[in-house]
């Protein structure tokens, strides 16, 4: 029930504000300003980037633990359970069955410990390496060293899980597909910069001439608009 300039109104989080004002037209269909400014937003929503065009990575914090767990139950043949703490930054991984998969095929065994396939999977989620270590006897003295030829097979692992979870998502079906993109979208490719206008000004106390131009540069409207406005 309010105007606004476009340089404000086109401006910042637009899919959401379309959004805002979707809803509102929900409750009140006749209202012809904010259809206006509804059309208005949507044009300016950036292109949509869609799925093939999108890098994912394990671990993104947009990307639902829900889908993580999807993927991990998946690779382990097995039921597991994932959550993300918001305050710790950090990811919790539970599984009550630790079959075959991940004892073995995606685990690395070291003199210290074995790093089984749920460890590595949150290493992968983190994007951190684990720091594996060896007893090694130097003059006499037994000391502990970096196990480097585990630390590169932990490694190499982890690349497989990363790579796994890029397969299994291309391997999902349109509506998963769709449903990933726009969240994407949603979360990220939504923000529109805004776009000061100034060629409607003009400057009577300019003396254009001493100066030696015959008009200030489009840029220099711009921004003596954009810091009015501001």
């Not at 259809?35 to 799925?51: D, N, V, W």
């Amino acid at each position: 029930k309010q105007y606004e300039i476009a340089e404000r109104w086109i401006a910042g989080n637009v899919v959401e504000k379309a959004r805002q004002v979707k809803s509102y037209l929900d409750r009140n269909p006749n209202d012809a300003e904010s259809k206006a400014s509804l059309t208005a937003l949507e044009e300016s929503q950036p292109r949509r980037i869609e799925f093939e065009e999108l890098d994912f990575n394990l671990g993104e914090r947009w990307i639902s633990t829900s889908i993580y767990a999807a993927f991990a139950s998946h690779l382990f043949d097995t039921e597991v359970r994932i959550h993300f703490s918001e305050s710790s930054d950090d990811f919790n991984i539970n599984c009550s069955d630790k079959n075959v998969h991940i004892r073995d095929k995606y685990a690395v065994k070291s003199d210290s410990r074995t790093y089984d396939g749920i460890a590595l999977l949150k290493h992968a989620l983190v994007n951190t390496t684990p720091e594996i270590t060896k007893k090694v006897t130097i003059d006499d003295r037994e000391i502990k060293v970096r196990d480097m030829e585990a630390i590169q097979m932990a490694n190499t692992k982890i690349d497989e899980i990363r790579t796994a979870f890029n397969d299994w998502l291309h391997s999902q079906d349109k509506e998963f597909k769709k449903q990933l993109t726009d969240q994407y979208n949603n979360t990220f490719n939504c923000f529109v910069r805004p776009k000061y206008d100034g060629s409607h000004q003009d400057f009577p106390g300019l003396d254009k001439k001493a100066l030696g131009i015959k008009d200030l540069y489009s840029s220099q409207k711009d921004a003596v608009r954009m810091i009015k406005l501001n």
